[in-house]
C-alpha cells in the first residue's frame, strides 16, 4: 500500500488493524525524516495513550475527544498523521482528515467497518469513501478457523445500539466468518 494522501485500514476484530498502525509509526519513525503522530479517541480504554496491538506491540499515541483537537496539536513538522479506532469518533473525523490533507499530511486511519450487528460505523465509512487507498484486513473466524470478516459479541442479552461501542477483548467478542456468525447469532436469539 502507497502512503500518500489518506489510507484507511479497516476489518473485523482481531485483524491486525493496530499491529499495521504500529508497524508504520516505527517504519516511519527509523526514516528519521518524517514526522509521525499517533492518535486515538479516548473512548477507547484499552490502550489510554498507547497504540497497543492485541499482540502486545506499543507505540506512542495522543488521545482526543474532539476530532478538531487532533490538527491543534499537529506541528508542521509532523507529516504523517496515524489515527486508530476511527469507528469511536465523531463522523466530523472525515472533515477534519479532508483539512489534514488540504495541509498536505499523509493520513493512515484504522478501525471496525462494522459493529457486532454487522451495521456499518459511519466514520470508518466516510472514511473509506475519501480515501486514495484503503484494505480491508481479515481476521481467523474463532469457530472454524476459515476467514473472518464479523464481530461477534459474545453475550448478547444486554444488546442494544446504544452498547455498540462496548470496549472489550477476547472475553466479549470474537472474530467469525459469516457462517459462523449467522449460527452464533441465531443460538443466541433463540436463548433470550
Ligand atoms: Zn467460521
Redesign the pocket.
Known amino acids: 500500500m502507497k502512503l500518500e494522501g489518506l489510507c484507511v485500514i479497516s476489518g473485523p476484530m482481531y485483524a491486525g488493524k493496530t499491529s499495521a498502525l504500529v508497524n508504520l509509526a516505527s517504519l516511519a519513525r527509523a526514516e528519521r525524516l518524517v514526522g509521525v503522530r499517533c492518535f486515538v479517541p479516548h473512548t477507547d480504554t484499552r490502550s489510554a495513550k498507547m497504540l497497543r496491538s492485541h499482540d502486545g506491540r506499543t507505540t506512542e499515541a495522543t488521545s482526543f475527544s474532539d476530532p478538531s483537537e487532533i490538527r491543534q496539536l499537529l506541528a508542521p513538522t509532523d507529516t504523517h498523521v496515524l489515527i486508530d479506532e476511527v469507528q469511536f469518533s465523531l463522523p466530523s473525523l472525515a472533515a477534519e482528515v479532508g483539512r489534514m490533507l488540504a495541509d498536505g499530511k499523509i493520513v493512515v486511519a484504522a478501525g471496525l467497518d462494522m459493529d457486532y450487528l454487522r451495521v456499518p460505523f459511519a466514520t470508518t465509512s466516510a472514511l473509506v469513501a475519501m480515501s486514495s487507498n484503503s484494505v480491508i484486513l481479515v481476521a481467523r ?6 476467514m ?1 470478516l464479523y464481530s461477534y459479541r459474545k453475550q448478547l442479552a444486554a444488546q442494544s445500539r446504544a452498547d455498540r461501542v462496548v470496549v472489550g477483548g477476547k472475553e466479549m467478542y470474537e472474530a ?2 459469516g ?3 449467522d449460527r452464533g447469532m441465531a443460538s443466541q436469539r433463540a436463548a433470550l
Open positions: 473466524c474463532s469457530v472454524c478457523g476459515g473472518a467469525r466468518c457462517v459462523c456468525w
